[in-house]
């Protein structure tokens, strides 16, 4: 655990330059602060923020949109790689549809999102879906085509149903994939969750930056880009805990804990 | 600054895609009761009057429980009234000239800004650094930052220019957002911007010069923008659209009589800084709409080539 604890320190001396970096550059005058505060106005303004109810709504909004649109993304990913995987026939009807369609970036779909749905939570949830769903559907439909045939006809031999079969050869193969997919996900679920409301308002972290960028308030703008960036690490910190708690029987997971 | 464009091409799409929006199909408000509504905005010091108005009870007493949806630079507005999302909205009316003119059915129900009146004293203007800009006329030939082209701010600019005896043609405008135009114009990477405020005292404390009031220069009590509603509701529901009216009037009327509780309400929806609300220029929040000043801005929409006939005033306003 040795070099575990080592690359902690060092992550947080890197951190820590980093902010020293962003203090000393506008107060030496290479930016003028008024477009790029100190980190400690920044932190001044974090602070204000953390005692306005307003703020907290707005993490919680922020938050309840990206779970929601995860949620749905990974049930409907998992779902439909493990059906498309599971039978050659569709994934071969489908995979040009797929290619077609996952390519289109989530923001494209702004317009479409505003006329159906307005600024409320369902044109943040249109964004989000469309754009965590493929990584979920990718790594399904390759987890499943990565599944053993030996393994397969095996199960096939000893009078398998379809069902045991998925339950007990495809989804344990197919697994570590769905799980990268959902790590992948959770990170674009949030940045699109920002997105929406930054662009569109709804309400959420991302509308409260765009009001103190309109507002020309300009620390406060910084602090809330700086909990967003919070919530991004905190996001992935719980999608890796999860991965290695999801995958501690698998060979990857436990070579990584014995070195 | 993406946002006009989505705006417009989700007000194409609204064009193409016949029956959209859901309000269709939503039961009338019971009478009597309290009527929800949606109102989009921007989160700009413009639209204070609704936001004091509503902590005045202004529109709970009509019987209306408001809401205000705010969309950065308004880009859901449009389409989101178009398309029964929001009961009514908040735009520029240079915005609703272009709207009406590409056929979006569309109706202003009242007042919403309108400028000072008051030269080189108005919450818009055109600020410099270029020494050789000393009028109006001198931005003739220069680069002019405006927060959406093909709008008000250049259409507005241009009869300053026209009006100080320079040639409005050979302006060479860019799109900025307001935020970012004093950081642009410290930097030199424009000669001129159009700001409003609160970033217009920012620009002159950060050592800009106004060398024009746009909006004065356009019109007397020019009408900057108002508030409007779809012709559907005001078809289904002409009470609503009533008592809304009703309300924004009171509400502007206070709001202009208020200045000091004006800018209180401005730390509850914006993040401008407390002390630059004391000291920033607020619009005028007449109840009236200067139809004249309407009629100029329409004159100067054709004149800059922003719609193709002269659009019908008198079928917008109310």
């Not at chain 1, 320190?9 to 980093?18: N, P």
């Not at chain 1, 974090?46 to 307003?54: D, Q, S, T």
């Not at chain 2, 159009?194 to 800009?208: C, D, K, N, R």
Request: some cysteine; overall charge neutral.
């Amino acid at each position: 655990m040795r070099t575990g604890r080592r690359r902690w320190w060092q992550g947080a001396a890197g951190l820590a330059g980093f902010l020293l970096l962003l203090e000393l550059i506008p107060r030496a005058g290479v930016v003028p602060d008024r477009y790029l505060p100190p980190t400690s106005r920044v932190a001044g303004a974090l602070a204000g923020e953390l005692g306005r109810p307003a703020f907290w709504a707005a993490l919680g909004d922020t938050l309840a949109g990206w779970a929601i649109g995860l949620a749905l993304a990974v049930g409907g990913g998992v779902a439909l790689g493990l059906l498309l995987g599971s039978v050659p026939a569709l994934r071969a009807a489908t995979s040009s549809t797929i290619e077609f369609l996952r390519p289109i970036p989530s923001v494209a779909l702004i317009p479409l999102a505003v006329l159906l749905f307005g600024t409320d939570l369902r044109s943040k949830l249109l964004l989000v879906v469309y754009a965590s769903f493929w990584q979920v559907l990718i790594q399904v439909l390759h987890g499943v085509q990565d599944v053993d045939p030996v393994a397969m006809d095996t199960a096939h031999s000893y009078g398998l149903g379809r069902w045991a079969r998925i339950r007990h050869v495809v989804w344990p193969t197919a697994l570590p994939y769905a799980v990268t997919g959902f790590r992948l996900a959770a990170a674009v679920a949030l940045v699109l969750a920002v997105t929406a409301e930054l662009i569109i308002g709804s309400p959420g972290l991302g509308k409260e930056i765009a009001v103190a960028q309109t507002s020309g308030a300009v620390p406060a703008m910084y602090a809330l880009v700086v909990v967003a960036g919070l919530l991004g690490v905190g996001v992935n910190l719980a999608a890796r805990a999860l991965e290695r708690r999801v995958l501690a029987w698998h060979p990857s997971t436990r070579r990584e804990a014995a070195a | 600054m993406r946002r006009p464009l989505v705006s417009l091409v989700a007000a194409a799409l609204l064009l193409v895609v016949p029956g959209c929006g859901s309000s269709d199909d939503e039961p009338p408000a019971a009478a009597g009761g309290s009527q929800p509504v949606k109102v989009g905005v921007i989160p700009i010091l413009d639209v204070a009057p609704i936001y004091l108005g509503k902590e005045k009870g202004f529109f709970s007493g009509r019987g209306i429980e408001l809401t205000m949806e705010t969309g950065q630079g308004g880009a859901a507005i449009v389409p989101g009234v178009v398309s029964g999302q929001f009961q009514f909205g908040f735009s520029n009316v240079t915005s609703l000239l272009i709207a009406q003119s590409r056929g979006l059915p569309l109706k202003v129900v009242s007042n919403g800004v309108a400028s000072t009146s008051k030269d080189k004293a108005d919450y818009s203007g055109v600020v410099t650094r270029d020494d050789s800009i000393r009028t109006a006329a001198d931005l003739a030939g220069k680069q002019v930052a405006v927060n959406t082209l093909k709008n008000i701010g250049d259409s507005t600019i241009r009869a300053s220019v026209r009006k100080a005896g320079g040639d409005p043609s050979s302006i060479k405008f860019t799109e900025l957002a307001f935020p970012d135009m004093p950081a642009a114009l410290e930097a030199g990477r424009v000669d001129a911007v159009w700001v409003v405020e609160p970033f217009l005292s920012a620009t002159i404390a950060q050592g800009g010069r106004l060398v024009a009031s746009n909006y004065v220069d356009t019109a007397p009590d020019l009408t900057v923008a108002v508030y409007f509603t779809s012709e559907r509701l005001l078809r289904d529901d002409p009470d609503l659209v009533r008592r809304f009216t009703e309300a924004m009037n009171e509400s502007l009327a206070y709001a202009d009589a208020h200045p000091d509780e004006a800018r209180q309400v401005l730390t509850t929806y914006t993040q401008i800084d407390e002390a630059v609300i004391g000291d920033l220029i607020l619009p005028k929040w007449p109840a009236e709409i200067n139809r004249e000043s309407v009629e100029t801005l329409a004159s100067l929409a054709v004149q800059d080539g922003l719609v193709s006939e002269q659009p019908d005033v008198a079928a917008l306003l109310p």
